[in-house]
Antibody, heavy 120, light 108 residues
């Protein structure tokens, strides 16, 4: 069974870049069986899909965030990463990494989430 | 972008009673719909995918139905551990997979 774990700074200054990493265990990130994604949830609010990546490096982004988002994969470390540039207070959220069996499919495995606060 | 609308926002139910949650899509998503349960401080957990298929380990009291634009999640007999927030999500339309705003099921 897959396990995912987010890591990264919990505090980011406005206008800087948010960087998070998701470490995958229990399976290979290079498996053709999975796509890997990021979802966020502002405090007290609903869920927003940020984007997904395949082990080959193909990426798929939410159009509303596309200009600021970069998702990458490091197969040697069994990790994938999220970078969100030019952050504002509106980007304060719990960030989750998750997996899907296909590009368009349900999110079956989730990390526990990590809170990132944007504040000076 | 497809908008997912859940109703009601809050549902007050007594333990042992049935709960019926609704999710409506602004355009057809076929059967490409999932339901998730989220408890405070936890990540969402997949309950239902393909509109009606229970995920691994999900009790039979959870059932999903619908297709196109109208979907329902039913919890046949609420247990104490079922009080949570429930989200629907469509994954039919590229590129964005949108979520509903959630329904909170609380103890009556």
């Amino acid at each position: 069974q897959l396990q995912l774990q987010e890591s990264g700074p919990g505090l980011v200054k406005p206008s800087e870049t948010l960087s998070l990493t998701c470490t995958v265990s229990g399976g290979s990130i290079s498996s053709s069986s999975y796509y890997w994604g990021w979802i966020r949830q502002p405090p007290g609010k609903g869920l927003e899909w940020i984007g997904s990546i395949y082990y080959s490096g193909s990426t798929y982004y939410n159009p509303s965030l596309k200009s600021r988002v970069t998702i990458s994969v490091d197969t040697s470390k069994n990790q994938f990463s999220l970078k969100l540039s030019s952050v504002t207070a509106a980007d304060t959220a719990v960030y989750y990494c998750a997996s899907t069996a296909k590009l368009l499919a349900e999110l079956d495995y989730w990390g526990q989430g990590t809170l990132v606060t944007v504040s000076s | 972008e497809i908008v997912m609308t859940q109703s009601p926002a809050t549902l007050s139910v007594s333990p042992g009673e049935r709960a019926t949650l609704s999710c409506r899509a602004s355009q057809s998503v076929s059967s490409n719909l999932a339901w998730y349960q989220q408890k405070p401080g936890q990540a969402p957990r997949l309950l239902i995918y393909g509109a009606s298929t229970r995920a691994t380990g999900i009790p039979a009291r959870f059932s999903g139905s619908g297709s196109g634009t109208e979907f329902t999640l039913t919890i046949s007999s609420l247990q104490s551990e079922d009080f949570a927030v429930y989200y629907c999500q469509q994954y039919n339309n590229w590129p964005s997979r949108t979520f509903g705003q959630g329904t909170k099921v609380e103890i009556k």
